[in-house]
C-alpha cells in the first residue's frame, strides 16, 4: 500500500504554468504505473498523463499532449506534472494515483488502486 499526496495547485492565468508534485510513502517508479487525473465540476473523471513502471515512457490525453510533461524523481519517491500554457479548460481537481497491476492501460481510472486527496488548478481567463 502507499499514500499519495499532491501539491502544488493554485489560480493561474490563462497561459501561465504550474508544476504538481504527488509525493509517495515509499518506492513507487519500479512498483506502480503513476497517472494524474482531473475532474471538473458536473464532469468524470478523466485521464490526464501516465508513466509506466517498465519501460518508463509517458502517456498524455490529447487535451493536454504538448503542453503537459510528467516525470519523476526516484530518490524523492515524486512524480511531477510540468503544465504550461495552461487554458480556463484545464480548471480541475487533479488526483495522482497509482496502479500496480503494471498491465499497459494507462487511462482507466478502475486500474488505480491509490489516490491522493487532489490539489486545486483554476485558470482563469
Known amino acids: 500500500q502507499v499514500q499519495l499526496v499532491e501539491s502544488g495547485g493554485g489560480l493561474v492565468q490563462a497561459g501561465g504554468s504550474l508544476r504538481l508534485s504527488c509525493a509517495a510513502s515509499?518506492?513507487?517508479?519500479?512498483?506502480?504505473?503513476m497517472g494524474w487525473f482531473r475532474q471538473a465540476p458536473g464532469k468524470e473523471r478523466e485521464f490526464v498523463s501516465a508513466?509506466?513502471?517498465?519501460?518508463?515512457?509517458?502517456y498524455y490525453a490529447d487535451s493536454v499532449t504538448g503542453r503537459f510533461t510528467i516525470s519523476g524523481d526516484n530518490a524523492k519517491n515524486t512524480v511531477y506534472l510540468q503544465m504550461n500554457s495552461l487554458k480556463p479548460e484545464d480548471t480541475a481537481l487533479y488526483y495522482c494515483?497509482?496502479?500496480?497491476?503494471?498491465?499497459?492501460?494507462?487511462?482507466?481510472?478502475?486500474?488505480?488502486?491509490?489516490w491522493g486527496q487532489g490539489t486545486q488548478v483554476t485558470v482563469s481567463s
Open positions: 494515483a497509482a496502479d500496480p497491476s503494471g498491465t499497459p492501460d494507462y487511462t482507466r481510472a478502475y486500474k488505480y488502486d491509490y
Open positions: 515509499g518506492p513507487i517508479f519500479s512498483n506502480y504505473n
Open positions: 508513466i509506466s513502471r517498465s519501460t518508463g515512457n509517458t
